[in-house]
């Protein structure tokens, strides 16, 4: 039998930023709050590039942590959108968007223990190494079930929440689309500084991202799996040829390239169905094509409106249909618009069901045309719903 361990108000499985961004919402809160990590210690050091929003920024900056990842954040102040072979091109800026930036980069690694620093001496307890097994309802609660430091353990919780991309449990409902593409990413040196200035080109393998990190670039390279997969196996030099090829002449040529790593590009939303005490935030409840950087940025909304509405209920309905069914459509506008934003992008560009090309370029010749519409599509980028 486990050793149960306690009962709590909130217990969160997945202690990444989402994770952590909901502790950190609910610290001044009286709500008993356990977040379960299943790293033994934060991460040190990686280098994977995120991109946030400045609705992002925002929220970092309430849960305290901004402090110490903005001199390591790379601001973004332009963002071209073009499509390769064809006309039209569309530059958002952040002076037409009457922001300081529209969003930054930072590295994944520096986040993570900006977010993990933010909880040290906070009010929620971190258990580490705790690899969760399985998470179901109980009488007027939830229990989670973990192992831990070679024992069996199981807490109790009015709502689990679910922030670790979905590995602990599966969906009761999901769909899942599978693009068929392949995303390569590392960092690049260009031949040109990048003046903080990113890139969105739409490609025939797909479409490709530029973000300007610390002096380089941090590259996102997506197209049809079997063609990337080679890719990835390049020699730099091959690779940065192969890439100046196919990216062109903007930023002059490729100087060298980081270390490079894969993964495939799905689209998955996850909902609960008849789960009381259990909630998905984050990549949990979707994961979203990397075109417009969006997931990231939608799941930390997630967790903060989740901890908004958490802290505007009484204690003994947390948990129940009522609150989920209240979350579901706080968050619907903003999940469902990021969710059919990013698809149509891909749909529309890509695939046999893409525009042709004279179309496409028309499409962003007439946003770049129209300061309004233009405006409207960069608030929705860096703020989702609420821009409206």
């Known amino acids: 039998m486990p050793e149960h361990v306690g009962h709590v108000d909130i217990a969160i499985v997945g202690g990444g930023p989402v994770g952590a961004a909901l502790a950190l919402a609910l610290a001044e809160s009286d709500l008993s709050v356990t977040l379960l990590e299943a790293r033994t210690e934060p991460v040190r050091s990686d280098p994977r590039a995120i991109a ?19 001199d390591r954040s790379t601001p973004i102040t332009r963002i071209h959108v073009s499509q390769r072979g064809g006309p039209g091109e569309v530059l958002l800026t952040a002076a037409e968007a009457g922001v300081p930036a529209l969003g930054c980069t930072v590295e994944y690694g520096d986040l993570y223990q900006a977010m993990a620093g933010g909880l040290v001496g906070g009010p929620a307890r971190l258990e580490t190494g705790a690899q969760v097994q399985a998470a179901r309802p109980a009488a007027g609660c939830g229990l989670v079930s973990y192992r831990q430091a070679g024992s069996d353990r199981e807490l109790s919780a009015r709502l689990i929440v679910l922030a670790d991309g979905g590995r602990s449990l599966p969906a009761v409902q999901s769909l899942e689309k599978d693009y068929g593409s392949d995303a390569v990413v590392c960092t690049v040196a260009t031949e040109k500084p990048h003046g903080n200035l990113a890139y969105e080109r739409f490609t025939p393998m797909g479409p490709m991202a530029l973000l300007p990190l610390h002096d380089d670039y941090a590259l996102v390279w997506t197209g049809p799996r079997a063609e990337m997969q080679a890719i990835l196996a390049l020699p730099e030099a091959d690779f940065l040829v192969r890439l100046h090829a196919h990216f062109g002449n903007r930023q002059g040529r490729f100087l060298r390239a980081g270390t490079r790593g894969g993964f495939s590009l799905r689209l998955i939303t996850s909902r609960q169905a008849d789960r009381p005490g259990l909630v998905r935030i984050g990549n ?77 370029g028309a499409a962003l010749a007439l946003l770049d045309a129209l300061p309004p519409l233009k405006a409207a599509f960069a608030r929705k980028m860096m703020f989702g719903a609420q821009a409206w």
């Open 52 to 70: 946030l929003s400045e609705g992002t920024r925002l929220i970092l900056r309430r849960l305290g942590v901004w402090g110490s990842l903005e």
């Open 284 to 360: 949990a409840a979707q994961t979203l094509h990397p075109v417009a950087g969006q997931g990231f940025n939608l799941g930390l909304r997630d967790a903060w409106h989740l901890a908004q509405l958490l802290l505007d209920t009484r204690r003994e309905d947390l948990g129940g249909q009522g609150f989920l069914d209240r979350y579901h459509v706080t968050r619907r506008w903003d999940v469902g618009g990021g969710v059919a934003m990013t698809d149509l992008l891909v749909d529309t560009f890509l695939g046999d069901a893409a525009l042709p090309g004279a179309l496409r």
